[in-house]
């Protein structure tokens, strides 16, 4: 009777194990600022999404963007987490490049990049972005928009 228990056991370890990448980046929230610099005007999800709906339909009452990134990796001592993001103001597109140094951890961590003020500006409305852990110039993990 132990060894069904085990076998199970190991199985899901196993899976586990493999399914454990060291290096990823898991989530990339971009998230517009309102002229107070606020993502939501409340803790709950639900009305996150209804202020981003808000703040997608009027321009004027956004003052940046701001991107939330969830990241892990266990193999380096310092990194540098990237995001490139492109936007469309009339007829013209641009390129914008934010970076910031991170130190990883056991467990995964949460880095939020802002684009704001005379940038955010001249950027207009956002494209596709991607993110990446870069180790030096070797990228190690990213993830991307569906436009990129």
């Known amino acids: 009777m132990r060894w069904p228990r085990l076998a199970i056991l190991i199985t899901f370890a196993c899976a586990f194990l493999a399914n454990a990448q060291s290096d990823k980046v898991m989530k990339v929230l971009p998230h517009f600022l309102d002229l107070k610099g606020r993502h ?15 703040l997608r339909e009027n321009p004027d009452r956004r003052s940046a963007i701001r991107f939330d990134v969830q990241w892990k990796t266990l193999a380096y001592d310092t990194l540098t987490l990237r995001i490139e993001a492109n936007g469309m103001k009339g007829r013209g597109t641009n390129s914008v490049t934010l970076e910031q140094t991170v130190h990883p951890g056991l467990f995964s961590k949460w880095t939020s990049l802002t684009l704001d003020g005379k940038k955010y500006d001249d950027f207009g409305e956002l494209l596709s972005w991607r993110a990446s852990l870069l180790n030096g110039t070797n990228t190690i993990a990213e993830q991307k928009s569906f436009l990129w």
């Open 40 to 54: 939501s005007i409340s803790p709950s999800l639900l009305d996150r999404d209804a202020y981003q709906k808000i």
